[in-house]
């Protein structure tokens, strides 16, 4: 393998939706070491959440190389090329059965293994985070995180000095600034928060009542994902096909958009949402930001995790003209103080990043998680991932050469069109179905 002091740095990326590969990509870039250019090759992993074109293009995060695998395939790929860095960017369970298949490719010198999360952490945090434990380096996106990241891994013995913190790497754009004759209020809506119908119907019935109050304020829907299309969550009741049934339909004033979030923080003068990570990205910009209370202050909505944020409101209070101040000291535990220090953010990780990459071989992958304390969970888990206990290929997807190599290409044939099949069910079919029972 060439020096890992080359210019380039050789990066992978796997990611199993959008927004994680969103976060993915451009966290990739911002650890790289100073100095050093960056060769970014990303996977996506072939699933439910597989984004598609359109999806990818409205995220605008690039990659030199960018294609579908199964997590399989991904293995093979680490096992014949040779990456310097390997960024994680997916759920709990499909991160563990990576960190221990790379484990068993027993490579002579293995690449630089990073993980974390693409935004607020509000649920199954020592579920999610003993899954995540063995990468080399677990982001954590705020100094709030990096304390309660700490604390769960110490909690049950395990290393806890992976845990880096830093941020979220899609922050930015300018800070806010009134604009004379511009009032525009966006609501950003989430996939499956809140999730039933009448909680989704309830608060785009109010915000229709608000564009009707404001004639003069342009009120904006912004959408994360198209019918059909599937995000990190599923969306069985898009925002789309309920609005089609308000009664009187849509005022004039009122708008579904699409399109990055942070173009439509551009003209945004009151970000308002559930608990969405977009909150995040308007606080940064000092932009007006309300959390929804009107469904309540709920572990299930995610909006308990800005208590104290000075955020919480209702759509009673917005309708009267009340606008949330974010509160200082709670914006800088979050990492999104618009302060100056974003600029900073990364640095710890690209240190520790750098000091990986250029000291020697590194030790063998060590998750929390073995034969030995999760006897009873583990295997079954990486099973899901095709992979055996010991982390190696399950036998029907290991492969195959000579007359069976046609074999296995058939084989791989009919899996693509069964695939093919089931993520037209889950993402077309399914949700289809449940409307009707729902009605």
């Known amino acids: 393998m060439p020096s890992r002091t080359n210019a380039a740095v050789r990066v992978a990326v796997l990611a199993d939706s959008d927004t994680r590969w969103k976060w993915g990509a451009l966290t990739a870039r911002r650890i790289a070491p100073e100095g050093r250019s960056t060769e970014l090759s990303g996977y996506l992993l072939r699933g439910r959440a597989t984004p598609t074109a359109r999806q990818l293009a409205e995220v605008g995060a690039e990659a030199d190389a960018l294609r579908e695998v199964t997590g399989t395939a991904f293995l093979q790929e680490l096992r014949e090329k040779e990456y310097d860095l390997v960024v994680l960017a997916l759920v709990g369970g499909a991160v563990q059965a990576m960190l221990h298949g790379i484990s068993a490719l027993d490579l002579e010198d293995r690449p630089v293994i990073v993980t974390g999360y693409?935004?607020?952490?509000?649920?199954?945090?020592?579920?999610?985070?003993?899954?995540?434990?063995?990468?080399?380096?677990?982001?954590?996106?705020?100094?709030?995180?990096?304390?309660r990241f700490r604390a769960v891994y110490e909690g049950v013995g395990a290393d806890a000095s992976s845990v880096t913190e830093a941020a979220l790497p899609f922050l930015g754009g300018e800070r806010y600034a009134p604009e004379e004759g511009r009032d525009t209020v966006v609501f950003a809506a989430q996939p499956s928060v809140p999730a039933s119908r009448a909680d989704r119907s309830y608060l785009l019935r109010r915000l229709v009542e608000h564009a009707r109050l404001h004639p003069r304020r342009e009120v904006l829907l912004k959408l994360r994902s198209k019918i059909g299309e599937h995000t990190t969550h599923v969306e069985e009741f898009p925002y789309q096909r309920l609005a089609e049934k308000v009664p009187g339909g849509l005022p004039p004033n009122f708008k579904l958009v699409y399109g990055n979030m942070g173009e439509v923080l551009d003209r945004t003068d009151l970000l308002v949402t559930v608990s969405s990570t977009a909150a995040l990205e308007a606080l940064h910009r000092r932009i007006p930001t309300a959390i929804l209370t009107d469904l309540g202050v709920r572990e299930p909505l995610g909006n308990h995790h800005f208590i104290g944020s000075g955020c919480l409101a209702s759509w009673e209070q917005l309708d009267s003209g009340e606008r949330p101040r974010a509160d200082a000291v709670w914006a800088d535990r979050q990492g999104v103080a618009a302060d100056g220090t974003y600029s900073s953010a990364f640095d710890e990780a690209r240190k520790q990043v750098a000091k990986l990459l250029d000291g020697p071989a590194l030790a063998p992958l060590s998750p929390y998680?073995?034969?030995?304390?999760?006897?009873?969970?583990?295997?079954?888990?990486?099973?899901?991932?095709?992979?055996?206990?010991?982390?190696?290929a399950l036998p029907s997807r290991a492969p195959s050469s000579g007359s069976g190599g046609v074999r296995r290409v058939v084989r791989e044939a009919v899996r693509g069109a069964a695939r093919g099949a089931y993520r037209h069910g889950v993402q077309r079919v399914a949700p289809v179905i449940r409307r009707m029972g729902d009605l």
């Open 118 to 147: 693409v935004g607020v952490v509000y649920e199954k945090l020592s579920d999610g985070l003993l899954l995540r434990h063995g990468a080399d380096v677990v982001l954590a996106n705020s100094r709030y995180d990096g304390q």
């Open 369 to 392: 998680y073995t034969a030995t304390t999760a006897p009873g969970y583990l295997p079954g888990l990486l099973a899901r991932y095709h992979l055996a206990a010991d982390g190696t």
